[in-house]
Every structure is written in C-alpha cells, then in structure tokens.
C-alpha cells in the first residue's frame, strides 16, 4: 500500500494516543482533588488509578479477541464508544459526590481505552517497514507525550480551585452546616471538563466511521518462511502458545513495572511536592504540567536517537537515569526533590513503546494475542499508587513511598540488558 493512502488512517490512529494520555494524565489532577472532594485518604485516593488499569486487564483479552474476528476499524470505534459513556457517567458521579460511581465510570473509560491500546499499538508497529517499528511506534507514542502534557494543564485550570482548607477549618465549616455545599461545589467542577472530553472522543469515533482503515495482516513466519529470523517457527494459531517466546514474557512484566512507575511517579507528584517543599496545590500542578512537556520532548527525541542508538541500549540508559533520580528525590528535602522526579518522566518517554515492539518482535500473526497480554500487563497502574498509599499512610511519608517506582525502574533496566533478547524456541 502507497505511503499517501496511509496518511489519513496514521494521523486517525495518532490520535488514540493522546486520548488515552489524556484520560491516565488526569489522575494526578483527580487523586488529590477527589481526596479533597470525598475525603478520602493516601490509600483510598490511591483507587482513583485502580478501576482503570484493573479495566486494562479485564477488556484486553476481550479487546484482542474482537479485533481477531472484527477487525481493527470495528475495534477503535468500539472502544472509541465505551470511552465516551464512560466521560458522561463521571459527570453522573459527580453530582451525586459518591467516590463508588466515580470509580465506575473510571472503570468504563479504562474499557474503552483498553480496546484503543490493544488496536493502537500493534496497528501502528504493523504500519510500514518492521525494521522500523520501534522508531514508528516511539513517533505515534510522543503523541501520547502530548496528552501527557495538556491533561494536566487542563485539569489545574478548569478541575483544582486551589482552595486548601486545614482539618480545623473543615471541622468548623461541618459545625456550622457549610462543609458539604463546600465539597459539593469541589465535585462539580469536574462536570464540564468530562463533558466536553465525552463530545470530543465521540467526535474522533465519527471520523474512524467516515474513513476507511486498512486492515493490516501480520507477516506469518510459516507462510513467509519456514523459520523466523531468530531460529524459530512463529504459529498462526491466536492462542496461548505465544507464552512460548521468553522475549513476550519479560515484556508483560515490563510493560507491569514501566505502567507502575509512570502511574507511581505522577499520582502523588502534588502531595509530594506538598511533603517535601511545601508547594500548593495549583502550583505543583504547574510544574507536573512541565514535567510532562518533558516526557513529550523525550518521546520525540527518543524516536531520533534511535536512528543512532539501539532501542534496547537506549532503554537500559534511561532506567538507570531513573533510579539514579529517585534515589536523589528519597534522600533529600525541597526543590531539589521536586526537581528530580520532574526529571523521570522525560526518561520514562521511550519505556513503554520500546518494551511494547520488542516483546512483539518475530511473533507474526500471534501478534494480536500478545498484544492483548501486554496490555492487560498495564494493571500494574493499579498496583502501584496502591502500594504507594499503603507505604505513605504506613510510614506518615509520601516520600519514602517513592521506592515502588524506583524498584520498577531496577526491573526495566534488567529487561533492557537481558530480557528483550529473542532466542530459538524449543518444539
């Protein structure tokens, strides 16, 4: 197929990226402003990530089996679908300040969003060249930087008010009969962002259903050749049997670790930027804003490197860089440890893309299956923030709790160096 005849469904696909951004760059700006508006604490604030990554987990197998029968197009527009009844539901849980519909909703969205992931990716690193895919799946990916960057510009704007009342006042506000007009006047400042996000993901589904998508068939290796490049057979069978290529299984665990880190990182950003230098509200999420102009430059700068450093060298560098940050965030005070996890998410760029094209490297049509674990591996957004909350309200210290990320990281440099490297399958 021509390049210009791929234009339209690239940019069309493109697109998914940021709107799946946009709906996990959220977070940082809800987890402390639903803490605020339900009174929640660490842990329970922490579940906001939850119903989403547990939704990944839950839709992806469904998602790739759809997309097996159905087709990529049917696959987006579906999800594209489930996206937006999710965005008007949490306008929904918003008017009745109830934190269960509020997870809901997230759970409906996280849906939707999982069918996105598991079309988008393998789709994009199918469209063109393989020799490429790393470097075409990191160019469609810094779109996603993008949604990184504006969600959180977005949602200090329009969702935090920058009103932070003490214990004492709220007692005070609760005695006189004012404290739940206040909350309430918090939950609703959400309703108009997600309705405008239900109008524009509802848009997007319209212009997949105008527009014709190619559908891509994954070379088979036992069509195209008798053994792959690596020494072994790849089946055509959408089966379970893709758990056969070690390269696949060390992928899930990173894609688990890299999503835990990325989540962990961004999701308590302002209440430790609160700990350690005593930033407000508004403020830190300013500067997370920035920190996600960050990782947007990396996904750019990351597909031009790669032109002259290995996907996986490259991979391996930027987790050390990490742990090295962290470690400088946990054991000091102030800006500087503001600074440095600011700095994480400009080398988080290329995690995700890189760990996701290489665990589909050689698996021709099992492809789509194992696209489907990695992204149920994506549930480990979920587990971390929780594991983060447990350790803050454990310890009285969100900046202790920043070692769930760091151990992330320690594991994404081991798959870089090791884990990504395909070897011959025994029969």
Known sequence: MSKNKLLVPFILVTSLFFLWAFLHNLNPILIPHLRKACQLNDTQSSLVDFPIYLAYCLAAIPAGLFMHKY???????????????????????????????FLVALFVQGSG???????????????????????????????????????????????????????????AMKANGTLNAY??????????????????????????????????????AELDAP??????????????????????????????????????????????????????????????TGAMVGFMAGRFLGTFFMKYIKPAKLLSLYAAINILLLTVAILTKGHIAVY???????????????????????????????????????????????????????THSIQIAYIVPLICFAYILFYGLSGHKIKPVKS
């Open 340 to 394: 440095c996890v600011m700095a994480t998410p400009f080398f988080m760029s290329i995690q995700f893309p890189t760990i996701f094209a290489l665990g589909i490297k050689d698996l021709g049509e099992e492809t789509k299956m194992a696209s489907s674990f990695l992204v149920m591996a994506i549930i480990g957004g979920a587990v971390a923030p929780l594991a983060m909350g447990a350790i803050s309200d454990a």
């Open 227 to 288: 053994v792959g490049a690596h020494g072994h057979t790849v089946g055509t069978k959408f089966s379970f049997n893709v758990f056969r290529f070690s390269h696949l299984r060390w992928a899930i665990l990173g894609i688990f670790f890299y999503v835990g880190s990325q989540v962990a990182v961004g999701s308590f950003f302002i209440r430790f930027s609160r700990f350690v230098a005593d930033i407000p509200e508004k403020e830190a999420g300013r500067m997370f």
């Open 183 to 220: 909350l309430q006047s918090e939950a609703d400042l959400i309703k108009m962002p997600y309705y405008v996000i239900a109008a524009v993901v509802l848009l997007v589904a319209l212009l997949f259903v105008f527009n014709k998508i190619p559908e891509i068939k994954e070379p088979d």
């Open 71 to 101: 087709g990529y197009k049917k696959g987006i527009i579906l999800g594209l679908i489930m996206f937006s009844f999710g965005a008007v539901l949490f306008t929904f849980a918003a008017s009745e300040r109830n934190f269960i519909y």
């Open 113 to 171: 969003a999982a069918f996105l992931e598991t079309v988008a990716n393998p789709y994009m690193a199918n469209l063109g060249d393989p020799a490429h895919s790393e470097q075409r799946l990191n160019f469609a990916q810094s779109f996603n930087g993008l949604g990184a960057m504006v969600a959180p510009l977005v949602g200090a704007q329009f969702i935090l008010s920058g009103i932070e009342h003490t214990p004492a006042e709220l007692d």
